[in-house]
């Protein structure tokens, strides 16, 4: 049984940081291209960023450009976000994705219809 389970969410106020993690269990995780995506009461999806398997290509949203960054320990089987100069507009559940899908281009991981597996999400709230 897959299971993604994220942490590291919390309150905090503008302009700090906080490092999501996101535990996979049940699958062979260096198979896996992994994505956060977020969202909010009563809005869609957004995709956040992915890693490729290797970790050797990241793709980010505009909005979190120079602010977030996705990396992967293959070895822990954990993939992570720090997200650094938070904002309110950052407050939302964060959910942390798996897609065993190869796509050539880095645009394909910003679907969340790419993905396969799913977190419960982590909440992160920004208060100004």
């Known amino acids: 049984q897959v299971q993604l389970v994220e942490s590291g969410g919390g309150a905090v106020q503008a302009g700090g940081s906080l490092r999501l993690s996101c535990a996979a269990s049940g699958l062979t995780f260096s198979s896996f291209t992994m994505g956060w995506f977020r969202q909010a009461p009563g809005k869609e999806r957004e995709f956040v960023a992915a890693?490729?398997?290797?970790?050797?290509?990241?793709v980010y949203a505009d909005s979190v450009k120079g602010r977030f960054t996705i990396s992967r320990d293959n070895a822990k089987n954990t993939v992570y976000l720090q997200i650094n100069s938070l904002k309110p507009e950052d407050t939302d559940v964060y959910y942390c994705a798996a897609s065993f899908g190869y796509y050539r281009s880095n645009g394909a991981y910003t679907s969340s219809s790419t993905y396969d597996y799913w977190g419960q999400g982590t909440q992160v709230t920004v208060s100004s």
């Open positions: 890693i490729r398997r290797s970790g050797g290509s990241t």
